[in-house]
């Protein structure tokens, strides 16, 4: 397939859950309509709030001694797997059980030092995205709807990054597609590292016994986010979890997976350029 197509011209912003701690990118996919399509209503967490560092209980360690514990098993890693799901759940009546009201999981693949794919599904509709190098693949929701109006859901798109502007939708979303392969949560502010975590004993997460740490943060309009992260005796990270209100975000990792592959499509079609540009 030789012919080639042009970007979406709407100026529609993709939609994402916020991060909830700062520079934590742990973002799911909400996709905007594109050209007549309306936004879609992104699900917000409230960003935290900055706090003096508390005095360490006996047993205490602070969130950035963790982050560092990760940070420093990283070179162990060839590839990895983090499975994302966040679920946004709906008030239920008294003595009710609370129903999901929306549900998104992005499943990522890296293997060092260039190649990543990017699974999202959003309450049934899915975007795929492969990085091999400087080379970029989409096919799905957000080609539909953000790239690529004009072709299929299975219809895989390249799209050159220098032909796309990069404050623009579409451009955001390659310039997170192509960062480096890297431990995560590394860019979270001085005041989070500085925060207290309990140890709350040991969890399972995909075969590895892992020891769970709890912490918390005040968002700006007083709501609570407590979060809790596994670690295993390699610090190598097992999971995050998320909670605030309705809406818990749930990320578990799993590292050097026997034969994980990350490969391109036979065919794609390419994207000639963005009307931006």
Do not use: H
Request: glycine share 8%; charged share 15%.
């Amino acid at each position: 397939m030789n012919q080639s197509v042009r970007l979406c011209s709407s100026r529609s912003p993709r939609q994402s859950i916020p991060t909830l701690l700062t520079g934590l990118v742990v973002a799911t996919l909400a996709l905007a309509g594109c050209g007549a399509g309306g936004d879609a209503t992104p699900t917000a967490i409230p960003s935290p709030t900055s706090a003096p560092a508390p005095t360490l209980a006996p047993g205490q360690v602070t969130v950035g001694s963790l982050l560092a514990r990760i940070a420093g098993s990283w070179d162990k890693v060839q590839n990895d797997r983090a499975e994302f799901t966040t679920i946004v759940t709906s008030p239920a009546t008294p003595g009710a059980t609370p129903t999901v009201a929306q549900q998104t999981q992005t499943i990522t693949e890296e293997i060092k030092p260039d190649r990543r794919r990017v699974v999202t599904n959003v309450n049934g509709a899915t975007t795929e995205e492969i990085r091999v190098g400087d080379k970029i693949y989409m096919r799905g929701l957000f080609v539909t709807q953000m790239v690529a109006p004009n072709v299929g859901p299975d219809i895989w798109v390249t799209v050159d990054p220098k032909v796309v502007p990069p404050d623009s939708p579409v451009g955001q979303e390659i310039a997170s597609l192509t960062a480096a392969i890297a431990p995560p949560y590394q860019t979270v502010s001085e005041q989070m590292k500085q925060r207290a975590a309990t140890p709350a004993g040991t969890v399972q997460v995909a075969g590895r016994t892992c020891t769970a740490y709890t912490f918390a943060d005040v968002s700006a309009n007083g709501g609570r986010i407590d979060y809790t992260l596994a670690i295993d005796d390699q610090d190598m990270i097992c999971s995050l979890t998320q909670s605030a209100g309705s809406v818990q975000n749930i990320t578990t990792y799993t590292f050097n997976v026997p034969g994980l592959q990350v490969i391109p499509p036979d065919q794609a079609t390419p994207v000639a350029a963005t009307p931006e540009g």
